[in-house]
């Protein structure tokens, strides 16, 4: 039975489309085809979220998942070894030459610098030896950090997949270039209209809020889900919710989000002590 993509948790509220697309991922899979869709959009924007929804939905599937570690981007085959390692014990019904590539990518005994036609082929085999047995969903968030092999492998594989249960579904940063993934399917997730960011906030919010604070946390967030989740946490944290809020100051809420922003650039989630110090500039 087919998923409603305008029925769903409210952290995807205002991404009806992009359901769709990913109910159309698994459903391709469930009858036999391959599909491949990669999500861009800026950090926070909710495609992380996006893919775990992707995940519930294709629950009958086996799921296999990698991110993207900017610390490991320069380990090769560091992303390959996290999305291929459950899947290891069908390697045995590879041709010789495909495992060989593979074991000796993983390190698994084989001497020699694998060749990386072979390590494609192999990948590719692999999954559709997984596939005969059940529909398979592999899941790569933080594509933008993969290792260059790891990317090279994907890519090869993300254009050969043909007739198989097979669905690969990758998230990257949309200001990163796509590398070995242009020209592949893709998806903006663009930011939230004020309507559904609105209704977001009402959702994650259980106390009264001031209609001046209300307003301050929509158009601060700028569509952005995350940033206006964190920004109202924080607010509840640390206020009632109750205050009317004044002219900002010198130090806007804006000013605050950008550079809170450009921590989510960096890979680091800001920690608790920057979400109090963007309540108390909400205040000024």
Known sequence: MAANPAAGPASLRGRAEIR???IDVVEAIRSGESRVLVLRGEPGIGKSALLEHAIEIGSEARVERAAGVESEAELPFAGLHDLCAPMLDHAERLPPPQRDALRAVFGLGVNGRPNGLFVGLA????????GRERPLLCVVDDAQWLDSASAQVLGFVARRLERAPIGLLLAARGSAELGEFAGLEEIEVDRLP???????????????LDEGVRDRLVAESCGNPLALVELARAM????DGHAPLPAAGPTTAR???????????????????????MAVILRL
């Open 20 to 22: 769709e697309a990913l």
């Open 123 to 130: 990948v590719l085999s692999l999954f559709r030896e997984v």
């Open 194 to 208: 004020e309507s559904d960011s609105r209704e977001l906030l009402a959702s994650v919010v259980r106390v009264p």
């Open 236 to 239: 509840a944290r640390s206020d």
């Open 255 to 277: 000013s605050a989000l950008s550079k809170w922003s450009r921590h989510g650039q960096d890979g680091r989630v800001p920690d608790r002590g920057s979400e109090r110090s």
